[in-house]
């Protein structure tokens, strides 16, 4: 009877793992909401409702620790922040509250308790954070700090307790101490690091094992390694590497879309048909493998990690989705989703034991498709 009950129990334990579910949201800037997808064992997609967001664009999203909520910014006024619950069954949204913003973000973090929204506006030269209550709303900014110009991304290290804020349009990262009881952010000694002039800090991702920062420089397509002290929270560069091919024709890229010039003064307007435009970069979650995307050229970059010393080495380029804006990875490290600004599809891959990307579907979504984030219930 015993081995009955045993041999059940390992049956349903087997096609409750084969059923995890696993969603997909894509935010599609021009048409204002956010596209449900679920992902399946083989990496296919089925496309599922839409829902909206109540303002357009909506672009960065950001989902909560424990995996009940999706926020999602709205980038015009009134600047909002939309809270979402999550089905865990079927993936469904719905809109639970609606969070004012200090400015238009293009980065937006829920951060590892759930109560606090961190957002970088790349616009307004500031960051700021939003209390999120037990209900999993929004609240009014509590704490609204000035940095400097081109605020791009924020992100807090694995400990919770440092926050790092790459600036665009002073070439600097931006290093705070976090305190997550509280919700405040303070200058960490030294404030800022340098990185190399004309690169333009854009994304910036931490090792699972905390050691390692990287950062990607959207106007150079590099990717810098940055070592983190566990007990200062302070980054320093220890390696760089570019994500382009080395027979790349690109040239290096200038800031866009926000007053970037020397002085506040906006630079004169350009060609930037073969400029750099880096966008996203992930790791997989067995920390081997480092993809980074870029505009101009539709195309992401694969790189191998060395776990040890953070270094990262070009392996190859693949084709992608017009003008790619995000991607993500999911969960089992096995496929990555990758939206394009100018595509009306998305496209999944296959991502191969030597880091390799393989196209196994492109699948219909809305028009400015920017953002994914993926949501595992395993």
Not at 107 to 122: E, P, V
Not at 133 to 149: E, S
Not at 170 to 182: H, L, R
Not at 190 to 201: K, N, S
């Amino acid at each position: 009877m015993k081995k009955k009950l045993a041999i059940g129990a390992t049956l349903l334990f087997s096609a409750t793992a084969l059923h995890a579910a696993t969603f997909v949201y894509v935010s599609n800037a021009e048409d204002g909401d956010i596209g449900m997808y679920t992902l399946g064992a083989d990496g296919a997609l089925t496309p599922g409702a839409k829902f909206a967001a109540g303002g357009k664009p909506v672009m960065p999203m950001s989902v909560s620790p424990n995996k009940r909520y999706l926020y999602a910014a709205v980038r015009s006024k009134p600047f909002a922040a939309v809270a979402y619950s999550i089905d865990r069954k079927s993936g469904t949204l719905k809109e639970i509250g609606r969070g004012e913003l200090a400015e238009s973000f293009p980065y937006i973090l829920a951060d590892k308790t759930g109560n606090w929204l961190l957002g970088a506006s790349y616009g307004a030269n500031l960051v700021s954070v939003n209390p999120i209550g037990k209900d999993g709303k929004v609240g009014k900014p509590q704490q609204v700090i000035p940095t400097a110009r081109n605020a791009h991304s924020i992100i807090t290290d694995k400990t919770n307790r440092y926050a790092f804020v790459p600036h665009l349009g002073t070439d600097q990262v931006f290093q705070f101490k976090f305190d997550a009881k509280t919700g405040r952010l303070t200058a960490n000694t030294p404030a800022t690091v340098q990185m190399g002039q004309g690169t333009g800090p854009r994304h910036i991702i931490m090792s699972a094992d905390n050691k390692f920062a990287y950062l990607l420089n959207e106007l150079s397509a590099t990717v810098t390694t940055l070592s983190l002290d566990a007990k200062t929270g302070l980054l320093k560069q220890v390696s760089e590497a570019s994500a382009l091919a080395p027979d790349s024709k690109l040239v290096p890229g200038a800031p866009r879309g926000a007053i970037g010039g020397p002085g506040g003064v906006k630079p004169p307007p350009r060609d930037v048909s073969n400029d750099i435009w880096a966008s996203d970069l992930h790791l997989t979650p067995n920390g081997k493998f480092l993809y980074a995307t870029e505009r101009t050229g539709n195309q992401i970059g694969a790189m191998s990690v060395d776990a040890a010393s953070g270094k990262l080495t070009y392996l190859s380029t693949t084709a992608t989705e017009p003008q790619p804006r995000g991607f993500r990875i999911d969960p089992t490290g096995k496929y990555m989703v990758v939206t394009g600004e100018k595509s009306d599809t998305i496209s999944v891959y296959a991502i191969g034991a030597d880091g390799a990307l393989k196209l196994l579907q492109k699948y219909p979504t809305g028009k400015g498709s920017n953002w994914v984030e993926i949501v595992n219930f395993d």
